[in-house]
């Protein structure tokens, strides 16, 4: 909740793309990768209805990776 809410005052700060990157899983647990692609995702769905900002998708997200072949 804390990153969503300091997500949304950057946002309001004066920001007008917003790219939510996943977080890094750095335990030796592999079944907890979801959670950081999943908190983007949150973050990315509680801005969307700002006005004025516009939202990275993961899609897009994973187009730039690609597009400067970065991995």
Excluded: H
Excluded at 15 to 39: C, H, K, M, Y
């Amino acid at each position: 909740m804390a990153l969503v809410l300091a997500a949304r005052c950057i946002a309001r700060a004066g920001s007008s793309t917003v790219l939510a990157f996943p977080f890094e899983n750095q335990s030796n647990d592999r079944t907890l990768d979801w959670i950081g692609e999943g908190s983007s995702e949150l973050i990315n769905e509680r801005l969307q209805p700002e006005p004025g900002v516009y939202i990275l998708s993961r899609e897009e997200r994973i187009a730039m990776y690609d597009k400067i072949d970065l991995k």
